[in-house]
């Protein structure tokens, strides 16, 4: 018997969820990233999915949209005993807003071999001289969450060449 996922079915719940989100950005033309900010208690306080290119906003990732509105509801930027699920590994950028944020957790889905920083390109989380550290589990969902990105880049891709 093959031995049990580092994850829980909530976080496959969870991940779910910022997977519809993905699907969002799928549908108006943006990467397909979808983020939540969930509390320790199960409570979804941000949602948020990529927005680069109808803000015109290189920060408007999905995990920075998602931590954005969960700060304004608690009125804090620190985020303390807070989880965020992210369909794709997070970047330089949103990983170190999370460790700003002090999160205790990120989950994410698929990996990123070309701008991953949990592990992938990079593992900012570990470097042993920052002040705060979170936990990170990856691969929730990977294959389905990889699918999605992969059918948008194939789909972009055949419309370029047509042009």
Request: charged share 25%; aromatic share 8%; proline share 2%.
């Given at each position: 018997m093959a031995p049990p996922a580092p994850w829980t079915?909530?976080?496959?719940?969870?991940?779910r969820l910022a997977l519809?989100?993905?699907q969002e950005a799928y549908d108006i033309g943006e990467v397909p990233v979808g983020a939540l900010v969930?509390?320790?208690?199960?409570?979804?306080?941000?949602?948020?999915?990529?927005?680069?290119i109808i803000d015109h906003d290189p920060?408007?990732?999905a995990e920075i949209v998602a931590l954005r509105a969960a700060a304004a509801q608690l009125e804090n930027y620190?985020?303390?005993?807070?989880?965020?699920?992210?369909?794709l590994e997070p970047c330089v950028m949103c990983i170190g807003a999370m460790l700003h944020a002090r999160l205790a957790r990120v989950v994410f889905g698929a990996h990123d071999p070309?701008?991953?920083?949990?592990?992938?390109?990079?593992?900012?989380g570990a470097v042993p001289k920052l002040n705060h550290h979170t936990s990170v589990t990856g691969g929730v969902l990977a294959e389905t969450c990889g699918d999605l990105l992969r059918r948008f880049?194939?789909?972009?891709?055949?419309?370029e060449s047509k042009a």
């Open positions: 079915a909530q976080d496959e719940q969870f991940m519809e989100l993905a969930v509390s320790a208690q199960g409570d979804i306080l941000g949602r948020g999915y990529n927005r680069t920060t408007a990732h620190r985020l303390p005993g807070i989880s965020v699920y992210v369909t070309k701008t991953g920083a949990c592990g992938s390109v990079l593992d900012v880049f194939r789909e972009r891709r055949s419309k």
